[in-house]
């Protein structure tokens, strides 16, 4: 990726201050917005998909899946568990 320097621009134009910020972190910005838990979308027909996502440690009976005002959502719920754990390390 390329950075490019404004600064002499800046100097000839006052009162744009605002613009030359949203263009820097436009340009700053190389489009990858961070997820996680990081998923896959297949398109496995016209109208079909398949959405997989790596959730390690939980079970199907802890997520949950609904639709909400046109988006998925995707939760999780890990349940308490009764057994007590002896660690070794």
């Given at each position: ?11 000839s134009s006052v009162g744009f201050d605002q613009i ?53 959502i995707v939760s999780a719920r890990k349940a308490d ?9």
């Amino acid at each position: 990726m390329r950075t490019f320097d404004f600064a002499p621009l800046y100097r000839s134009s006052v009162g744009f201050d605002q613009i030359a910020n949203m263009m820097d972190r436009v340009l700053t910005n190389d489009g990858a917005t961070p997820s996680y838990p990081p998923y896959n979308i297949e398109k496995l027909d016209n109208d079909a998909y398949r959405i997989s996502i790596a959730v390690a440690g939980f079970s199907d009976s802890d997520l949950s899946v609904e639709v909400r005002e046109k988006a998925l959502i995707v939760s999780a719920r890990k349940a308490d568990e009764d057994e007590a754990k002896s660690y070794l390390h």
